[in-house]
Every structure is written in C-alpha cells, then in structure tokens.
C-alpha cells in the first residue's frame, strides 16, 4: 500500500515552508514538495491564512539596515564568508517569498503559474543548501554573522 504524500497540497507544503524557523528545514521541505509536484502527487488547494511574516531562525538577528554593522569585504577567508553569508541571507529570503507567492496566489491562477513559483522556489533552496555548504567549508555557518 501506498503512503499517503506528506503534503495535502501545493498551498499546504506553503504554509509548512512559511512557518519552519529552521532554514535546512525550509529547504528540505521544499525539495520534498517539488519532487511530489514533479510526481503529479499534488493539488494546488488552499491556505486559509498566510502568515504575515514566515518564521525565521534565532540567528541571525534581524536588525533595521541603519542598525547593521557595517562589514568590509576583504580578501581571504572573512571577506569570502561575509559575501557568501550575505548571499545566503538573500536566497532564504527568497524562498520564503516564492512559496508566500504560491500560497497567496497560485489557487487563483492556472497551474503553469504554480509550476514557475515552484521552480523558483526550488532553485532558491538549491542556493541557499550550495551557499551554506561552501560557508561550512570554511569553518562557518548561517547566522554567524
């Protein structure tokens, strides 16, 4: 016997993206809900209710851009991790906003819409996991900085 898939739905496998704090667990969500896709496994449905903000990890803090500390970009080893780290902070944030897209948008438009915002957002997640992978390569992790 079968099992059941583990998202009800395309807007579903959204709303679980949305709320995961945890960003390799965002990413792994969302390769789990492009191969269901992929497989012909998944409707598009329905959220009742998008989350304002999706969840976001303990690290990094979250600060107003007046607040940030300002880093420089410099040669070696800090320079790369600085750029590779805000680069990563970029690619989850991008994610969260395709799947925000699809859980806002895809029940109201035809599946192609879905399947682009699906891609998108599969292709951020590969980004991110590649960005976060060369970061660990280097001695640090996401949210370091």
């Given at each position: ?39 012909g496994a998944l409707p598009?449905?329905?959220v009742p209710m998008v ?32 750029l590779l780290h805000a ?59």
């Amino acid at each position: 016997m079968d099992a059941a898939p583990p998202f009800a739905s395309l807007t579903a496998a959204a709303l679980a993206v949305l709320t995961a704090a945890d960003p390799a667990e965002k990413v792994r969500l969302t390769r789990m809900a492009a191969a269901e896709w992929a497989a012909g496994a998944l409707p598009i449905g329905a959220v009742p209710m998008v989350p304002e903000r999706p969840a976001r990890p303990e690290r990094p803090d979250l600060l107003p851009p007046n607040k940030m500390p300002h880093r420089r970009l410099t040669r070696g080893v800090r320079g790369r991790v600085t750029l590779l780290h805000a680069l990563a902070h970029i690619e989850l944030n991008a994610i969260d906003l395709a799947w925000d897209i699809l859980a806002r948008f895809a029940p109201d438009f035809p599946p192609g819409f879905a399947a682009d915002w699906l891609r998108v957002a599969a292709e951020e997640a590969e980004h991110f996991a590649l960005l976060t992978g060369r970061l660990a390569a280097l001695g640090a992790a996401y949210g370091d900085l």
